[in-house]
C-alpha cells in the first residue's frame, strides 16, 4: 500500500503545480484546506474528487479505479494532433513519446500514435483546446521548477518599453531606496461597479475601484504578524482599478505605520507630481492613493539591479503559526552585539525563521558587563510546533551561551 503524503506536502504541491491553497486550518482533528481553483478549471477541479484527482496527477500517486478516468475515442470532447518535437520546443526540454503520453495520462488524456500524436481530450477538461494547452500540462506535472532557464534568443527588432513600465520601475526604485516592500493585491473584491459576469465567490464578484481598502487591511495584518510592536512597516502598489465599465486606471498606493508626508513631499520633488494626494489616517498609520499619469518620468531606465539578491533562493512561505521566544543575557562590555546574535544563530537551528534581532543593549556605568536581548522566531513549514519542541531549541542556545562564559538573565 502507498503511504500517503502529509497536508503540507499536498499544498506545497498543489501550489507549485496547480491552484493556490490560501489557508490550512485544523477541524475535527483532520486539516480543512481552502483552495482557489482557476476559471479554466472549474469544469473538472471544483469539487472534492477534482481535487483528488488533480493530487493525484500532480504527485503521481495512484487513485482508487472506481476514481479514475480515462478519455476513449468515443468519449472524447475534442482531438489535438501534435508531435514530441512540438512539446519539447515549447517546454524546453527533450521528451520522448513514452514521456508525454505517460503525463498527459495522469490527467485523463488519451494519447495516441508514436510520430504524429493525437490527443483524446476528456470533456471535463474544457481548458484543453491547442497544443500550446498540451505542452502546458507536461510541463507542470514535469515541474516548472525542473525546467532549465535558457536565454531567449535576441530579437530581430529591439523591444521599446511602455511609458508606464519605465515610469513604473523608476517609482519602484524611488520606494526600494526608502525601504518599502512592493505587494500585489487582488483585483476582485466584494464591491464595485464593475460586476464579473459568474464570479467564483461572493468576495471576488466585482472588479475593485481602489487600491486603499485592500492596503488598508494588509497593513494591519503586516503590523499584527511584526515581531515587535514598533516594527516599521512599509508597503506600496502599482495597480490597475476599475471605476467604471469604460475607464481602467493605473495607480499607486503608498501605507505605513509611519508619517508619509516626508515620503510624498520627496516623491513630489522626484516625479513633478503638480499637486500633492490626500493622506487619510487608517487604524495602524497612515495611507495614499494616486494616480500612476499624475507622475512625470525621469530620464534613463531605472537601475534596480542594486536590490536585487542573487544569492536568496525562493522557500516556500509556511502557513503554520510561529513561536517567538526572547533571551537576554550578560556579555563582557565591548563584545559586539553582532558576535553574539551569529552565535545564537548558528546553534538555533533550521526552525529558526526569523532573528536573532537585537532589541535591548545596556551597559551600566562602571560596570565591565553589557545586558543583550534578542528576539527569535520558529517556524516548521510542515506542521504546527509544540513548545516543548522550541525549549529544546533553545536549551541548546543557553548550554552554548554558558559554555562562552555568558550569562543568561
Known sequence: MTSL??????????????????????????????????????????SVLGVAREVSAVMNLPLKDEYKFTTT???????????????SDLVGVEFSVEDIKSYLSRV??????????????????????????LADEVARLYGYANVPARALLAPVVAP??????????????FFARGGFTEVYGYSFTAK??????KPLASDKAYLRTNLTDWMSATLVSNIKHSLFPKDEVKLFEIGNVFVSEDEEQKRICVAANISLQSVINELKQEFNITELPEI?????????????????????AADLS???KSDVNYKPVSVYPRIVRDIALFVPAGTASSEVGEMIKQNAGPLLAEGPILFDEFTKPGEDRTSLAYRLAFQASDRTLEDAEVNTLMEKVYKVVKERGWEVR
Open 5 to 46: 503524503p502529509g497536508v503540507g506536502a499536498v499544498a506545497e504541491a498543489l501550489i507549485n503545480h496547480a491552484f493556490e491553497v490560501e489557508e490550512m486550518v485544523e477541524k475535527d482533528g483532520d486539516m480543512e484546506m481552502d483552495i482557489k481553483i482557476l476559471p479554466d478549471r472549474a469544469s473538472d477541479a471544483k
Open 73 to 87: 475515442k468515443e468519449s472524447a470532447r475534442t482531438t489535438i494532433e501534435f508531435s514530441a518535437k512540438v512539446i
Open 108 to 133: 485523463g488524456v488519451l494519447v495516441e500514435g508514436e510520430e504524429t500524436l493525437t490527443a483524446h481530450i476528456p470533456a471535463e477538461r474544457q481548458d484543453l483546446n491547442i497544443k500550446e494547452d
Open 160 to 173: 521599446v518599453d511602455h511609458p508606464d513600465f519605465i515610469l513604473s520601475n523608476q517609482i519602484r526604485e
Open 192 to 197: 464595485g461597479v464593475v460586476e464579473i459576469e
Open 280 to 300: 487619510k489616517k487608517i487604524e495602524g498609520g497612515e495611507v495614499v492613493e494616486l494616480l500612476l499619469s499624475s507622475l512625470k518620468a525621469k530620464d534613463g
Open 306 to 308: 542594486p536590490f536585487i
